[in-house]
């Protein structure tokens, strides 16, 4: 388990203002930013995003501009595949094929340095790496997280862990295995991507939709790379 390797600095914490003065801030998952023919998205899960079934709209979530900044970035138009109502579950595998939401990354709230490779993931092909690399989970689990209530900012620690892959069924909800993962909640690595690391050199694989809530299993389901990268695709042709 490694804290922000400098070439992983693409993942950033979710904060949303829950409007209750007692408990003002929670961290709603994990989002990305990526680079896709030459423009900046955000991708996530839908379900770290959709709360308007708590009142809350996108102008009430904060996602830092880069690691532990006061600026946010600016959420533009976006594309989603959620067709249905309802929370996504693991073995719904109609719902979380559609767990995905991508918008357009209109800029920071303030002027900031423009992002550095590393701050974001390019993606440049959706060729998936050799079965037997390693793979790894970013994200920023809930119970490992700092919110600073005064200032509406969300200090949080991110990590990347390593673990493998097991391709389960023919749907294309893989799990992803890890020691990491034991005696914990894997809430938080919500909208984590999956990524194959090699000589600095990262690669998509998938993206993390969520955990099962149990402390004693090792694993989280994510969306394999070749229903995600068609969901890509369509989302960039539809938002650039």
């Known amino acids: 388990m490694t804290h922000h390797p400098e070439h992983y600095r693409f993942y950033r914490p979710i904060l949303w203002d829950n409007g209750d003065p007692e408990w003002k801030y929670s961290n709603g998952g994990t989002a990305n930013l990526i680079r896709l023919g030459g423009q900046f998205f955000i991708l996530t899960a839908k379900h770290c995003l959709d709360k308007a079934k708590d009142g809350r709209t996108l102008g009430d979530c904060r996602i830092p ?7 946010y970035c600016i959420i533009g138009a976006g594309a989603g595949f959620n067709l249905r109502e309802g929370y996504p579950q693991p073995g719904d595998c109609d719902l979380l094929h559609c767990d995905v939401q991508i918008h357009r990354l209109e800029g920071p709230s303030r002027p900031e340095p423009s992002l550095e490779p590393g701050e974001f993931l390019d993606i440049i092909s959706f ?34 862990i390593q673990g493998r892959v097991e391709a389960t069924s023919e749907d294309k909800i893989h799990k992803f295995h890890s020691d990491s993962l034991k005696g914990v909640d894997a809430n938080g690595y919500s909208g984590g991507l999956i990524t194959c690391d090699v000589f600095g050199n990262v690669s998509l694989e998938g993206m993390c939709l969520q955990g099962s809530g149990v402390k004693e299993i090792d694993f989280i389901h994510f969306l394999g790379l070749e229903v995600l990268a068609d969901q890509l695709v369509k989302a960039y042709q539809r938002l650039a």
């Open 65 to 71: 501009w880069r690691i532990q900044s006061d600026a």
């Open 127 to 160: 060729d998936p790496s050799p079965a037997n690399l390693i793979r790894n989970l970013s994200g920023f689990p809930a119970y490992d997280q700092i919110i600073d209530y005064e200032n509406a900012e969300i200090r949080g620690n991110g990590w990347t």
